[in-house]
């Protein structure tokens, strides 16, 4: 393998965590802002772009790695965790909202999968972390979060996170598949995925499900989220009393509102 071989375990429900076991000189990357603890004799180093030996050859090479991340809405770092010590170590990472954290191996989906491009939470070190274009650029401009994609590639574990219930689907020869832009998480390289526009301007214009879908066609497996993060903010941000208003008064909503440094008179 090229990829460092890691083990894991998952906790929680709707909350989750992923624990991951570091044998010495083993390494795990993440997005930074993922970290919930770790053990001690575990290094952290920030890390320019993902680390992979793809960006090996030079500085120019880790340029355009990290450069390909900041497409995706990414940090052009990373950090990297490795066990420094002598017997086992254990790392974990949570959730950035409510949903589920799946693992991935790659070497079961032929070394390449393409997920959202805020999906990935982590991966063993090796893992490729870069970006896959649409392949019609013009309607990615309108179909949000189709637009453009990240691509784990390598021959390791990577963990992506979702929202709400998580449904993985099988699409065979012939078969599509139409999904919500936002409701796409991931699907493996054997799926020829487009955005296409959806017709009907009274639906698009008062049914809230936008004028774009992602056309999915198999053989392939895709994984489907019930919850895209960008539904639940414009939930909250719709809730949220308005300033100087008194939209929610007295109620837990509106003491949580204060909390969260609302501003009410």
């Known amino acids: 393998m090229n990829n460092h071989e890691i083990d894991y375990q998952l906790y929680g429900d709707d909350m989750q965590f992923v624990e991951v076991e570091l044998d010495p000189q083993e390494t795990v990357i993440a997005e930074a802002g993922s970290l919930m603890m770790m053990d001690e004799q575990i290094k952290m180093e920030t890390i320019f772009g993902d680390g992979s030996s793809k960006e090996d050859g030079g500085l120019m090479g880790k340029l ?5 991340r900041v497409l995706t809405g990414e940090s052009l770092f990373m950090t990297a965790f490795t066990n420094e010590g002598t017997g086992k170590r254990h790392v974990a990472f949570a959730s950035p909202y409510p ?36 392949k019609k650029i013009g309607t990615g401009f309108f179909g949000g979060e ?24 099988e699409i065979g020869v012939g078969e599509s ?4 832009t936002g409701c796409l ?17 009274k ?22 989220q019930s919850l895209p993060f960008s539904r639940l903010a414009s939930r909250i941000f719709a809730a949220a009393p308005e300033k100087g208003g008194s939209k929610g008064e007295g109620s837990i909503a509106g003491g949580l509102f204060d909390l969260l440094g609302g501003d009410r008179k």
């Open 64 to 68: 355009f790695g990290a450069g390909k």
């Open 99 to 134: 949903g589920k954290i799946i693992p991935m191996d790659l070497s079961e989906i032929d070394g390449k999968l393409i997920c959202q491009k805020d999906a990935f939470l982590a991966a063993a070190k090796g893992v490729s972390v870069g970006i896959e274009f649409q």
């Open 146 to 169: 189709g637009f453009i994609m990240q691509k784990l590639e390598g021959d390791g574990m990577a963990f992506i996170h979702a929202g709400g219930t998580i449904h993985k689907k």
């Open 177 to 180: 598949l139409r999904v919500d």
């Open 185 to 201: 998480v991931a699907m493996d390289s054997g799926i020829d995925y487009n955005i296409e526009y959806v017709g009907g301007v």
């Open 203 to 224: 639906t698009a214009l008062f049914g809230g499900e936008g004028l774009f879908f992602a056309t999915l066609r198999g053989p392939g497996t895709v994984w489907v």
